[in-house]
T-cell receptor, first 113, second 111 residues
Framework: AQSVTQLGSHVSVSEGALVLLRCNYS??????LFWYVQYPNQGLQLLLK??????LVKGINGFEAEFKKSETSFHLTKPSAHMSDAAEYFC???????????FGAGTRLTVKP | DAMVIQNPRYQVTQFGKPVTLSCSQT?????MYWYQQKSSQAPKLLFH???????NEADTPDNFQSRRPNTSFCFLDIRSPGLGDAAMYLC??????????FGPGTRLTVL
């Protein structure tokens, strides 16, 4: 069975600082990995995804993530935080063989002025 | 723009009074999902349709039912809402294995 662990339910950074949100996955088959962002009272918006190919994936809003198979990780980064990045971030995993997506518990990002 | 639409965005119902939430999509995706999301938690999959094939999660209460009359529409019926069913309900679609596209959600309040 697949699963995702997000380290840190709450991350706080200063505006302009590096954002690092951690995600580790467990999967018995090659995974598809995703990061979604959720603003209050809204649905989930896809930030980026990894399926195959290049392990460094660039997404919207200046975010990127690197798939590291040896570490079973897919951490999300952004070089410089903006106030508008404050939101809940979910890492998720699925695979080629099924339609199910398993989400991590989420990380709430706070950006301080 | 192709999208996933949920109506209403906010729904208030009374304890035990049946309620239906609706989802439509213009993406022509063959898979549609319903998730329940409680405050500060991850979305929890309730069920999904692969075309007309219904797939129920093992721990989804019988109180929750779903209908998919055609490719574009999917409904979530809560037969007798309890206070514990107050949550955000998210509809999502998928055209191929992996990526899911989410609607804006319906926030359900149970009085």
């Amino acid at each position: 069975a697949q699963s995702v662990t997000q380290l840190g339910s709450h991350v706080s950074v200063s505006e302009g600082a590096l954002v690092l949100l951690r995600c580790n996955y467990s999967s018995s088959v090659p995974p598809y990995l995703f990061w979604y962002v959720q603003y209050p009272n809204q649905g989930l918006q896809l930030l980026l995804k990894y399926t195959t190919g290049a392990t460094l994936v660039k997404g919207i809003n200046g975010f990127e993530a690197e798939f590291k198979k040896s570490e079973t990780s897919f951490h999300l980064t952004k070089p410089s935080a903006h106030m508008s990045d404050a939101a809940e971030y979910f890492c998720a995993v699925s695979d080629l063989n099924n339609n199910d997506m398993r989400f991590g518990a989420g990380t709430r990002l706070t950006v301080k002025p | 723009d192709a999208m996933v639409i949920q109506n209403p965005r906010y729904q208030v119902t009374q304890f035990g009074k049946p309620v239906t939430l609706s989802c439509s999509q213009t993406l022509n995706h063959n898979v549609m999902y319903w998730y329940q999301q409680k405050s500060s938690q991850a979305p929890k999959l309730l069920f999904h349709y692969y075309d007309k094939d219904f797939n129920n999660e093992a721990d989804t209460p019988d109180n929750f039912q779903s209908r998919r009359p055609n490719t574009s529409f999917c409904f979530l019926d809560i037969r007798s809402p309890g206070l514990g069913d107050a949550a955000m309900y998210l509809c999502a679609t998928s055209g191929r294995v992996g990526e899911q596209f989410f609607g804006p959600g319906t926030r359900l309040t149970v009085l």
